[in-house]
């Protein structure tokens, strides 16, 4: 992503309310797949992701123009101003989640955060893996094929709400505390641990990931993250407990499994430890809109 130092000519913005927006007021959450190379320079009072699916495009922001690929993942707030204008023999496509201030507290608080610390990550635009970039393509395939056989918007929702999910979580995974100074074998190893092909891995599977020895991951963790190489792979494990039991009908066996757990009861007394109740009860509890 090469980032210049253009600034936008001057022209009038518009303010996009809300209430105006039908998808928005109903459910909080709203998506498109757009194929517009041009929008005019515009703010809004609601969040916005937007993920760069083909093409390129010349974005501006607060000033600033930016030139953004394939893969690119960003996060817009309610004071933005941008806007995307063509790039020369490029047709740009992207995904658009526009979300609301109330649920985006909702979705960030079904995964262990705040809306408050989602702000706080370094970057708020990220280029998206291979398989991340993948699993939201899928997603809005399934979107638009739901539509074009007349499912309900209310029934899409749901898939809407886990593409803003796992957005949160990529944006949130760059904010993992690792001391500085940690060798880029260990930063490898976390980004492994917060991927769906290793969220199922043991600890056994980290040392080997690692190429060290035991002895030495195990330092290595205490020393970077604060924490035991078991108690760090547990926690990355629950938070992906709590937004599959709050974006997804998989039941609570298919989650544990999914997560390298061939004991329910062994999962279920580990996630009340973390989320301080039962995932049953979680799930009913983010479903109604917050803990009762």
Request: proline share 5%; glycine share 4%.
């Amino acid at each position: 992503m090469d980032k210049t130092n253009t600034m936008v000519p001057f022209q009038e913005n518009i303010t996009v309310y809300y209430h105006n927006y039908p998808e928005l007021l109903a459910r909080g959450t709203a998506f498109h797949w757009w194929d517009a190379a041009y929008t005019s320079l515009h703010d809004h009072d609601y969040y916005e992701f937007f993920i760069i699916t083909s093409g390129r495009t010349k974005h501006f922001l607060n000033g600033e123009s930016q030139e953004l690929g394939e893969k690119t993942l960003c996060l817009i707030r309610p004071q933005d101003r941008h806007q995307f204008t063509p790039m020369p023999d490029s047709r740009c496509i992207h995904i658009n989640l526009p979300v609301t201030r109330e649920k985006l507290e909702q979705l960030c608080a079904a995964v262990g955060t705040s809306l408050r610390d989602l702000l706080l990550v370094p970057q708020r635009q990220l280029f998206l893996s291979d398989t991340d970039f993948a699993q939201f393509k899928q997603s809005a395939r399934e979107i638009n094929l739901l539509r074009e056989n007349g499912t309900p918007e209310s029934s899409i929702c749901l898939l809407i709400c886990q593409m803003v999910v796992n957005a949160i979580v990529i944006l949130k995974k760059q904010d993992m505390v690792i001391a500085d100074g940690a060798p880029e074998w260990l930063h490898q190893v976390i980004r492994r641990i917060h991927s769906p092909e290793y969220i199922a891995c043991q600890a056994s599977d980290i040392y080997r990931l690692a190429g060290y020895s035991p002895p030495v991951v195990i330092r290595s963790f205490r020393k970077y993250t604060g924490e035991t190489v078991v108690s760090y792979l547990t926690r990355a494990k629950m938070d992906s407990a709590k937004r599959l039991l709050s974006t997804t009908d998989l039941t609570v066996l298919d989650i544990a499994g999914r997560l390298g757990y061939s004991s329910v009861s062994h999962f279920n007394r580990l996630f009340h430890e973390a989320a301080g109740t039962s995932p049953q009860q979680y799930r009913r509890n983010q479903r109604a809109g917050g803990p009762k």
